[in-house]
DNA sequence: GAGCACTGC
């Protein structure tokens, strides 16, 4: 069976139109269907194409497919593609615009956070993050206006692809006209057709598996386990360089410790044999070498990478349910990830593949890499599918169920933050909780009622600042010795709650100015990203009826009010620079990044926004307050809940 | 006195 796809250029049929356009059809790619149509699998090896021809290529299959479900359906026009990041929705939704001639945002369009390129009437082909498809789900449970979903690239298992999954297959049950596309890169596809299909409906969910590489990429193994793959890497890279070139290297590591360590041990090598042998010293400058944490497996991809150069290893943050604590931890590959960065050096010619590991470790790799959703923190998840009505969350169809202790602890810190009541139903201001499209966290640092004071004094810039990272930025060496400089600036003795609150003040009186950034060593990015947030967030409180106030000069009331929401995350100095934690006695260390990281706090006593495990705990963002005031928050909780559990705070 | 894998709303 072949399906035929149309020529580009020519608009897409009406709805209900017949179907003759096929007659324009320039070629035709070839569809192996073993039983039905449940399982297609679209075969774009033969032809040598970068991937976005190929992309396109099954694009044009499902506008033809996704034509023909209105045509029958007739309860729905749009044709969504779900994508895990951003850039994927636009560049896609970029390509296939210009391949079917159209302007972007018309018949095709994409829409992401902060930006839509469509028109409500017009757009027949969705780009969209899968975040924002699942934002719909909560305006409207059924996706109504969709004929056709496409999931692309499921195979990463990001949250929102997954809660989509679950969601997906229970409207399925009441919408059957609805055509689901799953599209995976790896062979767990069976996995998720038996997920899609346990229901028997009359119209199956279709997977498609895209077999992706170009060109073939040669697999080399080390013969014997290394104690130390980032001396092995910076070595593996100079004889690549100095015996198998011409071609660029991409090494991947697991993080900038490491990256840095590699980049030092290759300028050595370069150094002393610029000494004893001049002409090697050209080939570096042509040929580039790469060291890359595995952003470069799927986020970044870098053309003309002919070798690369894999660890085997990966950093990865592993949720803690019993502490509620995240440590980031490395850990090997999986098949999948080995296999997606073997890729990388065959994008446009065949290439090799150094693995840093015996083929006999290989076989021992995870298949594929676990999905987030089994060990992420589930508060802001599990709040959202309450949300939409799934009242027993252990009953959701998770596409892979996460640990019951993470889902039952992410249900007790709603319970205890007010966002959900004994019964586990929705209060009021979880269901506003729920509506911001922030994490729980931030969204409570925001005035979601009319309060007494302190309680609204929550600021909605602070929570902005909050929600964006790298604010400011400290590089190594001399400049960042200039850098520290300039960030002191903006220091509010009281903390770094209220320094952001500085800085983001001082880059709106410069009008978002790009040059103010560089002035003094801030974010660009950053800064913008927070003021579409804040912008965002005050939206929802003028939806809420809530009027924004202003904490100038009230940094005292202003401080109450974030122990109101953070005082579970009470800390006491100790000396030496590190903290007690008030809950678990645990020991604490300041992030360099802190305004506190070179003092002592007066009082002795800090609330912090988070907590993260690397080579130690450290704590990020703080702010120096009153014990009493952990006190006065504390006992409200224990009295509102009735318990007799007071708060330790000796 | 020392650091942060990667996304998304």
């Keep these: 069976m072949s399906l035929k796809f149309w020529k580009p250029g020519t ?36 032809e040598n194409l970068p991937i976005y021809k190929h992309r396109s290529k099954i694009l044009y299959t499902i506008e033809k497919h996704g034509v023909t ?101 229970k409207i399925r049950r009441k919408r059957p006209s609805l055509r689901l596309i799953i599209s995976s890169a790896t062979l767990d596809a069976a996995a998720l057709l038996d997920y899609f299909n346990s229901d028997s409906l009359d119209d199956p969910a279709t997977i498609i ?33 100095t015996h198998h070139g ?37 080939l570096l400058p042509l040929h580039a070498v790469i060291v890359s944490t595995n952003i470069a497996e799927a986020s970044v991809t870098i053309d003309g990478i002919k070798f690369v150069v894999d660890c085997g290893f990966v950093k990865i943050r592993i949720f803690n349910p019993n502490t509620s604590l995240s440590t980031l931890t490395t850990l090997p590959t999986s098949l999948a990830s080995a296999t997606q960065r073997a890729g990388r050096a065959g994008r446009t010619s065949s290439g090799i593949c150094y693995r840093l590991y015996p083929q006999s470790a290989s076989l021992a790799l995870q298949r594929t890499s676990p999905p987030l959703l089994t060990h992420t923190d589930l508060t802001t998840p599990i709040l959202l599918l309450l949300s939409l009505g799934f009242h027993n969350i252990l009953k959701f169809p998770w596409p892979t169920p996460p640990p019951a202790e993470n889902v039952l602890r992410a249900l007790e810190g709603l319970n205890s933050a007010g966002l959900i009541g004994e019964d586990g139903r929705m209060t009021i201001v979880g269901e506003k909780v729920a509506e911001m499209p922030v994490e729980v966290g931030i969204a409570r640092m925001v005035p979601l009622r009319v ?15 909050c929600s964006v990272q790298d604010v400011f930025i400290i590089p190594d060496g001399a400049p960042g010795a200039l850098a520290e400089l300039e960030r002191r600036k903006f220091t509010a003795e009281e903390g770094d709650h209220l320094t952001l609150l500085n800085v983001y003040n001082a880059f709106a009186r410069s009008h978002s100015s790009k040059s103010f950034c560089s002035r003094h060593s801030l974010s660009f990015r950053s800064l913008s990203r927070a003021m579409s947030i804040r912008g965002q967030l005050k939206k929802y409180m003028q939806r809420f009826s809530l009027p924004l106030e202003s904490c100038e000069g009230d940094a005292k009331r202003l401080r ?72 006065d928050y504390g006992n409200r909780y224990e009295d509102n809940k009735g318990s007799s559990n007071g708060v330790a705070v000796g």
């Design 11 to 46: 608009s897409l049929p009406e709805p209900g139109s017949s179907l003759d356009r096929d007659t324009q059809a320039e070629g035709t790619i070839p569809v192996a269907t073993p039983s039905s149509l449940s399982s297609l699998s679209i075969s774009a090896q033969r």
């Design 69 to 169: 479900i209105v045509w029958l359906g007739g309860d729905g026009h749009v044709i969504a593609c779900t994508q895990p990041r951003r850039v994927a929705a636009t560049s896609v939704a970029n390509r296939v615009a210009t391949e079917v001639g159209s302007l972007l945002g018309d018949e095709v369009g994409y829409i992401i956070r902060f930006e839509s390129v469509s028109s409500p009437s017009r757009t027949r082909i969705l780009y969209m993050t899968d975040g924002m498809l699942f934002r719909e789900t909560l305006l409207d449970p059924l996706l109504s206006r969709y004929s056709v979903i496409m999931l692309d690239e499921v195979h990463e298992r990001s949250v929102y692809t997954d809660l989509l999954m679950g969601v997906l297959k």
């Design 209 to 241: 598996s895209l077999e992706g590489r170009m060109f073939p990429v040669e697999i080399a193994y080390l013969a014997e386990p290394t104690p130390d793959y980032v001396s092995k890497a910076a070595a593996t890279a100079w004889d690549i360089n």
């Design 246 to 282: 011409p071609g660029d290297v991409l090494i991947f590591l697991t993080g900038r410790e490491e990256i840095d360590r590699c980049l030092e041990e290759l300028s050595e090598m370069l150094g002393t044999n610029k000494m004893k042998n001049a002409p090697s010293l050209l």
């Design 451 to 465: 309060e007494r004071a302190p309680m609204r004094r929550r600021n909605p810039t602070i929570a902005a600042m």
């Design 560 to 631: 109450r009010c974030l122990v109101s929401g953070l005082w579970r995350n009470g800390a006491r100095w100790v000396g030496d620079g590190s903290f007690k934690s008030v809950r678990g006695d645990k020991t604490l260390y300041v992030h360099p990044n802190s305004v506190l990281f070179t003092r002592k706090p007066r009082s002795g006593w800090v609330v912090f926004h988070e907590m993260e495990e690397t080579k130690k705990t450290q704590i990020r963002i703080l702010t120096e307050i009153e014990p009493e005031w952990l006190l």
